[in-house]
């Protein structure tokens, strides 16, 4: 068994004179959105690890230290209360089952300062702190377990430190709370030093209990300190010592102090001391942001970060005014502002209304056509995006001419060669007035007058055509056919031969079609001659 010594003198209580490390991020915003900060600070000594039963990544001790007649310069910390010097057990599993005592070559924990080893659990509560601080050659490497619950028992918080001491390799442990949780490894818990092969160790007696504090015991204790004298490279002296841990590890940031380089307002209730405040920029432009924070141990860190509040894209466009049925030609005419604007890379087009993109343009084209079904008027919207994300939107009526609806009628309808016939014209405006009349007879002849007379001089079936414009351009066309006979019987029949030959049978719209009863037909032959037919059965 090791000797143990009780120490009764008092030693000074030490202040770790390290403080938070300030740190923030910004979100990237556009003139008019708000920018969102976030705190990233960090407070010294603090570990990331928060998962239950892990080894935490490799932490350099800050100077040489030996420990059992080896020297290292970097250590593991356990989750699980205890320092390893073997650093290939870095980010594994750190054993939490106590069943056997210390030593057990093979089996973790070993090279380790057990303080105590302990199922308990980060991913609950607590945190792990460790660091270095003082000056060459009396640094010291401290790891602190802060309120770390206990696996099972979660209500019960354990604390406890470890100091390494440069020069001298001492070794001190201070327990503020070790609680007992009889109903998780039966309260098992083991104090002590053990080397690298499991062949030298060193274990705590609990000076009440008076067994070493290795599997089985079950103990507890609060507010005990104990150091670890090297003797020889086999083996250290222990001695129970006064309560004084290091102090002011385990600070929290309590203070937040904005500087947001530049003017505007702040939003949704946060303020230049919240934590994580959002602010609206009046402009534009870089600004130098600095963030202070002050810890509970009154120590304070500032730092600054260049903040961008990018400006964005000018929105634009034009487009034509077409007549119905014909497309709308869009033409982009957005803008940036240099030198915080960003390039224009996404154009976003809703058209308002139903239709088709044409000549391989869609949506997303900086300079679509689209063809509207119907005529009318539409609310086009066109968003810009830069490169920077900032975007911009406007609104523009787009018009799409209704067109004209032209018609008409005739009298008499179908008539002889050399007879007046007139057209009356019937067409509808579209919106715009009718202020053009194109009208073709069909054999040659035309007028531009509302509503001609015509005289036809030669027989036959004939498409007249009116064609109308108003004043916006839009126009529309409407064809009748008309049927102009001889009316003349006996130049009918004077010029009947038996030789004739028919060449077609049309109706009275000029259609061709076969003979049918007891409906009027014309019959168009060879040598000129047109005639009426009805063969009634």
């Known amino acids: 068994m090791k ?12 202040i770790l004179a390290q403080g938070p490390t300030a740190n923030f991020t910004a979100t990237s915003s556009c003139y008019g959105e708000c920018t969102y900060f976030t705190d990233s600070s960090t407070l010294a000594w603090a570990s990331t690890m928060a998962i239950d039963d892990m080894h935490d990544a490799i932490v350099s001790i800050g100077f040489n230290f030996d420990f059992y007649g080896t ?14 010097f073997d650093s290939t057990q870095a980010n594994l599993y750190s054993p939490w089952s106590i069943n056997q005592a210390i030593p057990n070559p093979g089996q973790m924990p070993e090279n380790a300062i057990m303080a105590p080893w302990q199922d308990i659990n980060t991913g609950v509560v607590g945190n792990i702190f460790y660091g270095t601080t003082g000056v060459s050659p009396n640094r010291m490497f401290i790891v602190i377990w802060h ?13 406890s430190q470890v100091v390494m001491h440069e020069g001298s390799n001492k070794i001190e442990m201070f327990i503020q709370d070790k609680p007992l949780c009889l109903t998780w490894n039966a309260g098992a818990a083991v104090q002590g030093l053990v080397d690298a092969t499991s062949t030298n160790f060193d274990i705590v007696d609990d000076p009440i209990l008076l067994s070493p504090r ?35 590890v385990t600070s929290s940031i309590i203070n937040w102090q904005w500087d947001m380089g530049g003017t505007g307002n702040y939003v949704n209730g946060t303020d230049s001391t919240s934590q994580n405040p959002i602010f609206c920029y009046d402009t534009s432009g870089t600004y130098n942001v ?19 509040v990018n400006c964005p894209p000018l929105a634009d466009f034009m487009s034509d005014i077409v007549c119905e049925g014909e497309c709308t030609s869009f033409t982009d005419l957005s803008s940036i502002l240099i030198p915080m604007g960003g390039l224009i890379a996404n154009w976003d087009w809703d058209m308002g209304g139903s ?36 975007h911009d939107t406007i609104y523009q009526v787009v018009e799409v001419l209704c067109n004209p609806i032209a018609n008409f009628f005739l009298s008499p309808g179908d008539t002889c060669v050399g007879d007046t016939i ?14 053009a009349f194109d009208w073709d007879f069909g054999d040659g002849g035309s007028s531009s007058i509302n509503s001609p007379c015509y005289i ?48 077609k049978v049309t109706d009275i719209l000029g259609r061709e079609t076969k003979k049918q009863t007891n409906i009027l037909l014309i019959e168009i032959y060879d040598d000129g001659t047109v005639e009426k037919k009805i063969i009634i059965e």
């Open 456 to 503: 036809y001089t030669n027989t036959g079936i004939y498409i007249v055509a009116l064609t109308i414009t108003d004043s916006s351009g839009c126009s529309d066309t409407y064809t009748q056919s008309i049927f102009i006979d001889s009316c003349n019987t006996s130049t009918v029949l004077n010029n009947y031969t038996t030789s004739r030959k028919l060449l």
């Open 71 to 84: 020297t290292y310069n970097q250590c593991v910390i356990s989750g699980n209360g205890y320092i390893t």
């Open 147 to 159: 309120e770390v619950a206990m696996f099972s028992c979660t209500n019960l918080l354990h604390t």
């Open 422 to 435: 007139c057209f009356t014209n019937a067409s509808v405006n579209g919106g715009d007035p009718i202020v």
């Open 355 to 390: 239709g088709t993109y044409s000549f391989g343009t869609s949506s997303t084209s900086q300079n679509p056509m689209f063809c509207y079904d119907n005529c009318g008027s539409y609310i086009a919207r066109l968003i810009v995006t830069d490169d920077n994300g900032c």
């Open 3 to 14: 000797r143990l010594l009780i120490i009764l003198s008092f030693f000074p209580l030490f």
């Open 290 to 308: 600095f963030l202070i924070v002050t810890d509970d141990n009154g120590l304070v860190d500032t730092t600054n970060n260049l903040v961008v």
């Open 214 to 248: 290795n599997w089985p015991l079950a103990w507890t204790s609060t507010n005990e300190g104990w150091e670890f004298l090297p003797n020889t490279i086999n083996g250290y002296i222990i001695n129970q010592i006064t309560y004084t841990p290091i102090l002011g």
